[in-house]
C-alpha cells in the first residue's frame, strides 16, 4: 500500500511563505504524476499544481507565478513552495501521486494564513 505523508503545513501572516513535503513510500519515479490539492471549508477540493514523471508542471490560476513544485527522486519526495501566501490559500493541502488506474492520497496537513 503507497503511503504518502505530508509535512511543513502551519499557520503563516499574509506574505509569508511555507514548504509543504510529501514523503512517498515508493519510488517516485513509479508514478505518472503527483500533485498538490486543496479544500478549504465548505469548497471542493482543487488542484493547486502538479508534476509529471517527465517533470512537465501545471499550476492553478490562482497560484501561478507564486507556488513552485519539485521533486527529490532520491529522497522520494515531492516539495511545494509557497510565496506570497494570501489569506484565500488557506485550506488542508493534500498530497497526491497516480497511475494509469489507481490514484493515492495523503492525509492532508493544515495551511492557515492571517492577515
Known amino acids: 500500500q503507497v503511503q504518502l505523508v505530508e509535512s511543513g503545513g502551519g499557520l503563516v501572516q499574509a506574505g509569508g511563505s511555507l514548504r509543504l513535503s510529501c514523503a512517498a513510500s515508493?519510488?517516485?519515479?513509479?508514478?505518472?504524476?503527483l500533485g498538490w490539492y486543496r479544500q478549504a471549508p465548505g469548497k471542493q477540493r482543487e488542484l493547486v499544481s502538479s508534476?509529471?514523471?517527465?517533470?512537465?508542471?501545471n499550476y492553478g490560476s490562482s497560484v501561478k507565478g507564486r507556488f513552485t513544485i519539485s521533486r527529490d527522486n532520491a529522497k522520494n519526495t515531492v516539495y511545494l513552495q509557497m510565496n506570497s501566501l494570501k489569506v484565500e490559500d488557506t485550506a488542508v493541502y493534500y498530497c497526491?501521486?497516480?497511475?494509469?488506474?489507481?490514484?493515492?492520497w495523503g492525509q492532508g496537513t493544515q495551511v492557515t494564513v492571517s492577515s
Open positions: 515508493e519510488r517516485i519515479f513509479s508514478f505518472n504524476g
Open positions: 497526491n501521486a497516480y497511475r494509469v488506474t489507481t490514484e493515492y
Open positions: 508534476i509529471s514523471r517527465d517533470g512537465v508542471t
